[in-house]
């Protein structure tokens, strides 16, 4: 599929070029810096060479990587190799007597009386952590002497067992990183092919499980992250690309290809960062406050919260969930994430229920309407089904869908089993699909302290603009908007990503008794590593912006709440000024604070921020026609039966158009569904807003 906004223009040009690898689809954004020209593209994923499908994408938008000046990407391939436990052969050194905090985590419980509950599974067997004699304590100072002598006999033990990575972490490193820096020198002398990961390198932060699992998940990926980008750098190259490659990370900013190689982790969900970054960009323009970033693709659903403009960063990250997850220490977007997309399975269990996800179907073979050996349906298949999709105008056309495969695949596995007419079956797997979702956007919303009522639900992704009326009506949001361009909105998400760099220092003290000068040290030394960081990247920018935040909790608590601050503090109105925001923060969270109690500032947090040149947001005047449908479709609708939708497509829609649900508007990639009674505009950026009927 390709398609293109703008008027065309003669070659030469300077494209920046951003490509989204989905679980099921390749995306990608072509933006002519000198023509404003922005083109999309998207391929089936290749999962066997990822690297094919990004070259097929980018062909599908008419662009050409000779002319490309920077390249910006976002991939699962991190999360993707952590959860199918693909990773490299990875060991683990910690100091001696602490091998075993690893696999004991924190004995947190989720659920007290499930009797099916399983803990998480170390990606570093208990046969593969070593300890070395080292110890400092928790200021940093030697306690016991680092042992080269017996740190050198581990690393040849790791040679001998054929060791690709190595996870160092020693205690309280966060402090004073000198332990692992010789830990370090070490390996390089006798084993300098080990793929080498220390753990102040990723967090300066304590908590020494966390630090553990964030480290030892780093190391797990760390070959195979660096041979996958160091393809794709060598094969760009090839191709005549000769800008800067940047990755996307999972705190909605861009990082070089260099520090990506360093610290993989921090890639974990960089194509759903993607789209909230792309999703904030539209808040601005838009001057929308509050919102929900929902993202459903192929293979999963995504919802994060855009809060006073801002996303927000997770307090924890558990990778394949709370329950049972793996705990990860990095600046992440707080994005909740549930296996329903459409390629999701649908099943009938032993005892007749109706279950969809989280397996998938994936690229190959995808949904059985895609005719490529798919035989399980699909919450795609049971779109189709009910003539919420055009078989004729997906992807643009190119990949026409197979009904009638679909319908069989849905009496067959779910409608008979259960007695149930097909239609009424398929119904079923989407209703049970956007009861799914509806959790992920409860994760972030209700169970944080915030009322969905507040907030546009913005919607992208495949199948994003296909269920967002039914999830809207299922929370009670009002508001529903979809972006132009939704099922690539990841990758235009990019283009209007900034260069980022996060940090964070632990520094535990009480806010009554702190040294303001001592906390504007540490916050500045911490801002100028950012800045020289970001500056070293060779992209052009248009400024620097630094954010501070710390996470503070009150005297004798035991977790912590991040706090927005100010940009400097020097008074004693500043420090009042803190407090009053840690008890408003708290407020929210917990639904209770308690001003006259002593409050700590446990670790410092720092963001800056390279602006850089993005795609404006074209904006054009309303034109006053009445739009007219195209045709119509069909669509079984639970309790009444077949009706007979108008169908619009959405590249005709002029900006001010009006129209009153039921309706569909096809476009390349996806369909937008106003359900009954929803009133669907076109703002004059050619965004689609719906105002939800049962929540005016």
Known sequence: MSMAAGASHPQPRALRLAVDIGGTFTDVAAFD???GRLALGKWSSTPRDLVEGILRAIAEAGADLASANLLLHGSTVVVNAILQRRGARTALITTRGFRDVYEIGRINRPESFNLFFRKHVPLVPRSLRFEVTERLDAEGEVLVPFDEAEAEAVARRLVELGIESVAVVFLHAYRNPAHELRMRDVLARVAPDLFVTL????????REYERTSTTAANAFVGPIVRRYLDHLDATVRARGFGGPLLLMQSNGGLCDVDTARRQCIQMLESGPAAGVAGAEALCAALDIPNAIGFDMGGTTAKAAVIEGGMARLADDFFIGGYNEGLAVRIPAIDIHEVGTGGGSLARVDAAGGIHVGPESAGAEPGPVCYGRGGVEPTVTDA???LGRLDAGSFIGGEQPLDAAAARAAIAERVAQPLGL????????????AVANMANAVRAVTTERGLDPRDFTLIAYGGGGPLHACLLARELAVPRVLVPTAPAVFAAVGMLRADLRRDYVLTHVVRLSTADLAELEALWTELEARGRQEIERFGVELLGITVRRSAD??????????TVQLPPHLGSEEDRALVKRLFDAAHEQRYSHSAPEEECELVSLRVAVIGEVRKPPLERRNATGETPRPRGYREVYVEGSGWQRWPAYARAVLPPGATLEGPALVDEPGTTTVVEPGDRLRVD?????CITVMSNE
């Open 33 to 35: 810096e000198a023509t």
């Open 552 to 561: 503070m909790r009150y005297v004798r608590q035991e977790h912590a709440v």
């Open 684 to 688: 004059g950026y050619g965004n689609l």
């Open 421 to 432: 007419a097909t239609e009424v079956a398929a119904g079923g797997i989407v209703r049970i």
């Open 199 to 206: 753990s102040h390198e990723l967090s300066r932060e304590y």
């Open 383 to 385: 779109n189709l089904v």
